[in-house]
């Protein structure tokens, strides 16, 4: 039988948070240890170049996310675990794609009418004012991660819906041109799962600076947790799971029971105190166990940089014949 491939990517561009935990890394690892899937997980620090512009941050971050992935349990002899940017193939893939895609398309992406919309409120007159391409073909680079690999499935938190349905659409459009070559990628969503809601109230996001980080001492997970917006009610009056985003991470780290028992204490009165201190328990029940692995890590980078070298020779295995038939299909080829 066919195994499914999943593929799913983080992005290293600041220190990993539990968004990225139980929206991506969490799930594809779980998935990476089912017998019918073939796992391809990765680190785009391409797309980590659209979002920062600090050097020592991308090099940093990619060490941490790469960290952060192997502590959390991945195994690289049963997965493809590569660096985006050691797979050139995916960067001439992502030029083709990109030549087959509609403006239209990506005028609608979430992130770029986002900072429009951003510029517009600030009555800047160029709606584009400081827009950056790498920001409006993002959809496109992303497209050729999942499709280089023919992933059947990629696990990703919910900001990221909009993208896998252009990777469908662009894939779509591809193939219909040129003979079917690409498979079309369904997303997968825990549903279990919000999109987190950093301290701020905001998206939790490495770039707002508002992330609960993963790795941080069970002592500095509480003060973060400490941090997260309530409102004034008191001990004793009944609360609701919607009056905090404390609720949605305590369900990302909870079992349906559990997430219901909360549910009933916060509406018998439960303080916000009370209720942060369970959750930073539940967290680092969770986390705390890996810490020791991810710092051994971090120690030692070689030893990441020896296993990210053998994912992306096998990645290239993988990549190299598929980008010979695009190659092909479009006309790329020797003369003879
Ligand atoms: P990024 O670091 O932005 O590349 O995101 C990597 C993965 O983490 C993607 O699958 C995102 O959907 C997921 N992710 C990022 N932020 C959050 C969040 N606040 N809540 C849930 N998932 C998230």
Not at 224 to 244: C, F, H, M, R, W
Request: include cysteine.
């Amino acid at each position: 039988m066919k195994k499914i491939r999943v593929l799913t990517g983080v992005t290293p561009s600041g220190v990993p948070h539990l968004g990225n935990y139980v929206g991506a890394i969490r799930p594809a690892i779980a998935a990476s240890q089912n017998p019918d899937v073939e796992s391809f997980l990765f680190l785009s620090d391409y797309h980590a170049l659209i979002k920062c512009h600090e050097p020592e941050r991308v090099h940093e971050s990619t060490k941490a996310v790469a960290a952060t992935w192997l502590a959390c349990g991945l195994d690289p002899e049963r997965t493809t675990f590569y660096r985006q940017s050691d797979v050139p193939e995916v960067m001439e893939l992502n030029w083709i794609l990109t030549c087959n895609t509609a403006k239209g398309l990506m005028n609608r992406a979430h992130a770029y009418k986002a900072a429009v919309q951003d510029n517009v409120e600030k009555g800047q007159a160029d709606q584009d004012h400081g827009i950056e391409m790498g920001l409006f073909c993002y959809p496109v680079l992303m497209s050729a991660d999942i499709l280089m690999f023919n992933a059947d499935k990629v696990p990703v938190g919910r900001d990221q819906i909009q993208h896998l349905e252009m990777a469908r659409d662009i894939a779509a459009r591809f193939n219909h041109r040129f003979g079917t070559l690409f498979t079309l990628p369904e997303v997968q969503i825990d549903d279990n799962v919000e999109t987190l809601v950093g301290l701020d109230g905001r998206k939790m996001s490495k770039s707002y600076g508002n992330t609960i980080p993963l790795f941080d001492s069970d002592k500095k997970i509480q003060k973060a947790v400490n941090k997260i917006v309530t409102n004034l009610k008191q001990p004793g009056e009944a609360k609701a799971p919607d009056e905090s985003p404390l609720f949605d991470i305590y369900k990302a780290f909870s079992t349906p029971d559990e997430t219901a028992e909360f549910t009933h204490m916060l509406a018998e009165g439960l303080a916000w105190g009370e209720a942060k201190k369970l959750l930073a328990a539940k967290i680092n029940a969770e986390l705390s166990p890996k810490r020791e692995h991810f710092e051994a890590l971090m120690a030692n980078p070689a030893l990441i940089e020896d296993i990210l070298q053998a994912g992306a020779a096998k990645a290239r295995r993988q990549a190299q014949p598929l980008l010979a038939a695009v190659r092909e299909a479009v006309g790329i080829r020797r003369l003879s």
